[in-house]
């Protein structure tokens, strides 16, 4: 594992216990992107917390990746107004754009991961994506190959 020490300095600073978990899973994820298997084993020594204990934290709250995630990411809005203007065409258009299949959610290259949210807060844009911060708005699939290309 390549940042050891910084996950042991992070314990060292925070200390172990259930009330430190988020925060501790929340500053792992920051240094290494996301929480691998290897890193949560590792945690769950240090601090004598179970690896299902820890897993199903990291599960429950959605601002925990479990996979390597991609340089910039994709956030395809799936709130009412989204929904009612064809969000499911734009992710069904993003999705073929970037080559992905099945449940894949991040390209080959590792460029981009895409994923639903419940609600951007842009509902008189919709439909509506986010890459990274920018937001893009009154989509249809035809303006996809345009924006993705500006990455």
């Known amino acids: 594992m390549k940042n050891r020490l910084k996950i042991e300095e992070l314990i060292a600073k925070n200390g172990a216990g259930k009330g430190k978990l988020i925060p501790l899973l929340q500053e792992i994820q920051e240094i290494e992107g996301y929480l691998s298997k290897e890193t949560i084993r590792f945690l769950s020594q240090e601090i004598g917390i179970g690896i299902a204990d820890i897993y199903g934290v990291a599960t429950f709250y959605t601002m925990f990746r479990l996979k390597p995630q991609g340089k910039h990411t994709i956030r395809v809005c799936k709130g009412t107004a989204c929904h009612v203007s064809n969000a499911n065409m734009i992710m069904n258009s993003l999705r073929n ?36 911060k920018a937001t893009y708005g009154k989509l249809d699939v035809n303006k996809i190959t345009d924006i993705l290309a500006k990455y």
């Open 97 to 132: 754009e970037l080559q992905l299949v099945g449940e894949e959610d991040t390209t080959a290259d590792n460029k981009f991961t895409v994923f639903e949210v419940a609600c951007l807060g842009c509902c008189s844009l919709a439909p509506v994506i986010m890459i990274d």
